[in-house]
């Protein structure tokens, strides 16, 4: 996943069904709980992606998730991430396993 | 005079040429893009002037430069419901919010999916396949035969002006890709 963030663009990532999504719920939950402390960088970036998640919810404006989904996969390309960037992925996913419901998309 | 294409080798090219030879709808003229980096370079800004056409069917991407909008009349398939949905891989963004394609035929301009629109077709069904390399293609191709026959039963193309300032979207994220393509195939 983390790959699309500095070496492929996003246009090109290739569709690889189920997989891909059960991928991408592995990786961020290993990152939530490998997180650790503070820094003041990242965790200024947390709370922009958070108000952008939060905007999100209130709208259901598109623009705003695919914003912050990438947000937050620069933030996954940091060896070690903050607790706060693990509060803004829990988040993210607690809203694409809403947007998977709501399709009633079966991903598991 | 007629309408002619400028030409950057691609799926979409190859199936808008194929529509038009097939359909009897053959392009006036065609240049050949295939050495030029962007719609900006100089040999398509020579050719174009060179042989004049009432219409110029674009098969790229990106940005024209108002030196060449200054001498002829671009037209875009963009793969999106303008004002509502401009910028980038907006079939996408329309799976998800509304399950349906569209595609708009608009004139260029400097500014991003701007200009009047020609005509608008949505697409209910979506056909199987791949999204980027076979669908979006294929969508458009078929708006453009459309455009193209009206061009041949009313001899100009009208533009309406968009109104509204809409949406502009940026390439989506693999996740959200994923999501509308599952929920397309369902």
């Known amino acids: 996943m983390y790959e699309y963030v500095n070496n492929i663009s996003y246009s090109y990532a290739p569709f690889r069904g189920k997989d891909f999504l059960k991928d991408y719920f592995k990786l961020r939950e290993h990152k939530i709980k490998t997180s650790k402390g503070k820094n003041e960088k990242l965790d200024e970036q947390a709370i922009n992606i958070m108000k952008l998640l939060f905007m999100y919810e209130k709208t259901k404006k598109l623009r705003l998730l695919n914003t912050a989904l990438k947000m937050n996969d620069k933030i996954c390309s940091n060896k070690r991430i903050t607790n706060a960037c693990a509060d803004t992925l829990e988040y993210e996913i607690k809203i694409i396993r809403e947007l998977l419901n709501r399709e009633g998309i079966d991903w598991e | ?186």
């Open chain 2, 1 to 186: 005079m007629g309408i002619g294409v400028i030409d950057f080798p691609s799926i979409r090219s190859s199936m808008y040429l194929e529509m038009m030879y097939k359909e009897n709808l053959k392009p006036s003229y065609i240049v050949d893009a295939k050495y030029c980096n962007s719609i900006n370079d100089s040999f398509i800004f020579e050719e174009v002037k060179k042989h004049s056409q009432d219409y110029w069917i674009y098969t790229g991407g990106g940005i024209v430069k108002d030196r060449l909008l200054k001498e002829i009349k671009l037209i875009h398939m963009h793969p999106g419901f303008v004002p509502y949905y401009k910028g980038s891989t907006c079939f996408y963004y329309s799976l998800l919010n509304t399950n349906t394609i569209t595609v708009s035929a608009l004139f260029m301009t400097g500014k991003l999916d701007s200009g009047d629109v020609i005509l608008q077709k949505t697409y209910k069904t979506i056909p199987e396949g791949d999204i980027d390399n076979f669908v979006d293609p294929y969508l458009r191709t078929q708006t453009l035969k459309e455009v193209l026959l009206k061009y041949k039963k009313e001899g100009e193309l009208k533009g309406k002006k968009q109104t509204e300032e809409g949406e502009t979207y940026f390439v989506i994220h693999p996740v959200l890709k994923h999501i509308a393509i599952l929920k397309a195939r369902q």
